[in-house]
């Protein structure tokens, strides 16, 4: 009997270890993936035990009915801020959480990929959401500095040479040891995107070859731009293009352009209006972008349409320019038809590029025999809603104001900088309100450039955001300084973005309780002017904005958050934990623009490294 007994308890003891073992196992796995499955999360950062009690939500310490929006915690509440965050998994060191093709994967979403509609925004539901801070690459370096970083980057810094070897015939970029070196090609200038750009010059007859045209051409929108060498040649031209594509079978080539200097988005034309207002671009380019232009009664051309000015020029390099076989002949036929219907004339055509013209003034459209597709759009659709919006087949007529004027009656750059945009009258200001909103921002840039000076020297900044940019006067005060700003207009405010594209500036619309189309490590300087506030009335997490600006933000790069001393007391409790330090701070009354409840608070994202990047690095 003794001898079962001890059987009996040796079997209740096996049975205890293991259910104990499987539970341990259960709850590794589960905290294992919470903090970066890889373990060099752990290894990199120790974290608080209080850090995080719930993935994915908002709450970054407390409980869970604790309002994690308040910028002011109540007495007694310091210790549920987290020492650390966590770091996500190494695998994630590129993540773009609203543009992540896994996540659609894993929610089953239905998508039409033949509509590119897996290339358009998901974002997250609040409990998939990544509250960890996104690792470097293994070797990662501080960014190469502009202008030699339009031709050159480190290769640990954006560790993918597939394009490489893809595109070796077309001089795209080649490996040359630690760095990935950019001769200026592309799929339809071999030799060299300067050289393109005074062709298309030379066909439009502008003076000495110039795309500029003296000023009048300014902002241009480069359709799957690859790596923007087009975009990087434009800008010694006085030219800023918005260089866009899809992180599609060529991955990376926009954290390329952006690692570079150039100015990019990551966008597709598939099914919702691009986040531009209309009348924004003076030439929209496609050099062999493998957009099927003839789909859905030609949608994708339409919205081209919305976004140019009166008299806009799309440029098309591909062979159906030059019609070769019978395919390509079929589709020119089919093109110059949609886009004569359209009302756009051939300006000049020759080898390879066609360039054509948008008119100036409604009197084609109203010419055009009744019925006849594309129709007008609707008098009461708004053409500058993009937030969401689906694309329409249709054509966006001018306002009566730019009938009259015919064009846009811009001003040339850079005299358009500063003088009173036309579309000022849409949103009921004067030109006095626009002159004083300028010469705010002038005085308050040259404040800010103050604090940063024993920080940072000549090209220690290039790519900027202003995450509220208001009428862009912010940008237009850096005029001369060696910088661009891709100015950020709130989906839910005044849409002052096209006053911003007026001026002759470039930017986008977003939703800051979301996740920017951006890769991470891709901007030197964020302004966050009441970003902080305005996101509170929203009911949206303060620390999801901390943790997506450190996404966005290069290491050693900086933040200036200009708002209310609640936000400032906010964001220094966090700054150990996000690994950034105290640069200035100062009170904003000294502007002597009535703003004096604005605190200015600057900070820098300090440089660190995951473990197993220090040991790949070494």
Known sequence: MRGRSDGGQKKRLITSVCVVAIFLGFLYAYYG???????????????????????????????????????????????????????????????????????????????????MEHYERHCPPPERRYNCLIPPPPGYKIPIKWPQSRDEVWKANIPHTHLAHEKSDQNWMVVKGEKIVFPGGGTHFHYGADKYIASIA????????????????????????????????????????????????????????????????????????????????????????????????????????????????FAYSSPEAYAQDEE????????????????????????????????????????????????????????????????????????????????????PWPARLTSPPPRLADFGYSSDMFEKDTETWRRRVESYWNLLSPKIEADTLRNLMDMKANMGSFAAALKSKNVWVMNVVPEDGPNTLKLIYDRGLIGTTHNWCEAFSTYPRTYD????????S????????????????????????????????????????????????????ADSSSDSDNEGDEVVFIVQKKMWLTSESLRNTE
Not at 87 to 105: A, G, M, N, Q, T
Not at 525 to 532: D, I, K, N, R, S
Not at 537 to 548: F, Q, R, V
């Open 33 to 115: 993936s919470l903090f970066g499955s890889s373990g060099s999360g752990a290894a990199a950062l120790e974290y608080g035990s209080r850090s995080l009690r719930k993935l994915g939500s908002s709450y970054l310490g407390g409980d869970d009915d604790t309002d994690s929006t308040k910028f002011g915690q109540e007495d007694g509440e310091e210790d549920v801020i987290p020492k650390t965050f966590p770091v996500c998994d190494d695998r994630h060191s590129e993540l773009i959480p609203c543009l992540d093709r896994h996540l659609i994967y894993q929610l089953r979403l239905k998508l039409d990929l033949s509509l």
């Open 202 to 313: 030379n066909m439009l007859n502008f003076s000495n070859n110039n795309l500029n045209n003296e000023g009048r051409l300014r902002t241009v929108l480069d359709v799957g731009c690859g790596v923007a060498s087009f975009g990087a040649y434009l800008l010694s031209s006085d030219i800023i293009a918005m260089s866009l594509a899809p992180n599609d079978v060529h991955q990376n080539q926009i954290q390329f352009a952006l690692e570079r200097g150039i100015p990019a988005y990551l966008g597709v034309l598939g099914t919702k209006r691009l986040p531009y207002p209309s009348r924004s671009f003076e030439l929209a380019h496609c050099s062999r972008c493998r957009i099927d232009w003839l789909q859905r009664d030609g949608i994708l051309l339409l919205e081209l349409d919305r976004l140019l000015r009166p008299g806009g020029y």
């Open 328 to 411: 390509d002949l079929r589709i020119w036929r089919e093109m110059s038809a949609l886009v004569g219907r359209m009302c756009w004339r051939i300006a000049a055509k020759k080898n390879q590029t066609v360039i054509w013209q948008k008119p100036l003034t409604n009197d084609c459209y109203m010419e055009r025999e009744p019925g006849t597709n594309p129709p007008l759009c609707r008098s009461d659709a708004d053409p500058d809603a993009v937030w969401g919006v689906p694309m329409e087949a249709c054509i966006t007529p001018y306002t009566e104001h730019d009938q009259k004027a015919k064009g846009s009656g811009l001003a």
């Open 525 to 532: 300087l964020l302004h966050a002017w009441t970003v902080f």
């Open 534 to 585: 305005d996101i509170e009335k929203k009911g949206c997490s303060g620390e999801d904005l901390l943790l997506e600006m450190d996404r966005i933000l290069r290491p050693s790069g900086f933040i200036i958050i200009r708002d209310k001393q609640s936000v400032i007391d906010f964001i220094r409790k966090y700054l150990s934990a996000l690994h950034w330090e105290a640069v200035a701070t």
